[in-house]
């Protein structure tokens, strides 16, 4: 079945640092991949989203390629705050909507000031 | 307006216990899914129901259900409780099925 995987934390890096949490993925046809975060305490939210091959995904300052030849979907982000310290998971559907959010087990970003 | 409210927000049981769990999603929204979180396995879907149907079914035994009303608030219910039921049991709701999931803050289920 579908599946991502994720690197595995925790991360820990100095505010302003460069971040890359990479995520590839197993699945049959074009899913739509996600990136969410979960704050401490909260459920997720979406960060951003791509539908289709080459799609970049953006949001708040983190990015994602869509890499359909090398099956990855690598958040990065230029310059990490103590604000972004949170849980972040890869995830992919069938966009068709029959098959339901596949997640990954997740990576722990913490950022000291 | 108001976000997915799941209630209870923390409980604690025993083993052999059942626990109901309930799931008001975002006004409009017709599908509610249903995922547990555990450190151990991460994120698992556990259900998806659209206007008071299970659409999909994730790979957890009979004692693990769930339903939808016709307001398109949601239950699940655990019975004879284990303590690898211990989790974080997150509800999320979307227009329709293909929709963007809203998650709420979950329910912190602890078996003793």
């Known amino acids: 079945g579908d599946s991502v995987t994720q690197m595995e934390g925790p991360v820990t890096l100095s505010e302003e640092a460069f971040l890359t949490i990479n995520c590839t993925y197993t699945?049959?046809?074009?899913?739509?991949l996600f990136w969410y975060v979960q704050y401490p305490g909260e459920g997720l939210q979406l960060l951003l989203k791509?539908?289709?091959?080459?799609d970049k995904g953006s949001n708040k300052g983190f990015e994602a390629t869509y890499r359909k030849e090398t099956t990855s979907f690598h958040l990065e982000k230029g310059s990490v705050q103590v604000s972004d310290s949170a849980v972040y998971f890869c995830?992919?559907?069938?966009?068709?909507?029959?098959?339901?959010?596949?997640f990954g087990k997740g990576t722990r970003l913490s950022v000291i000031a | 307006k108001a976000g997915v409210t799941q209630t209870p927000r923390y409980l604690i049981k025993t083993r052999g216990q059942q626990v109901t769990l309930s799931c008001s999603p975002i006004?409009?929204?017709?599908?509610v899914s249903w995922y547990q979180q555990t450190p151990g396995q991460g994120l698992q879907f556990l259900f998806e129901?659209?206007?008071?149907?299970?659409?999909n079914k994730g790979n957890f035994p009979g004692r693990f259900s769930g339903r939808q009303f016709s307001n398109s608030r949601s239950e699940m219910n655990v019975s004879t409780l284990e303590l690898g039921d211990s989790a974080l049991y997150l509800c999320?709701?979307?227009?329709?099925?293909?929709?963007?999931?809203?998650f709420g803050e979950g329910s912190r289920l602890t078996v003793l």
């Open positions: 995830a992919l559907t069938d966009p068709r909507g029959n098959t339901p959010l596949v």
């Open positions: 699945a049959t046809g074009y899913p739509s």
């Open positions: 129901y659209f206007s008071e149907t299970q659409r």
């Open positions: 791509a539908t289709k091959a080459d």
């Open positions: 999320a709701s979307s227009l329709e099925p293909v929709g963007e999931l809203f």
């Open positions: 006004s409009g929204h017709r599908s």
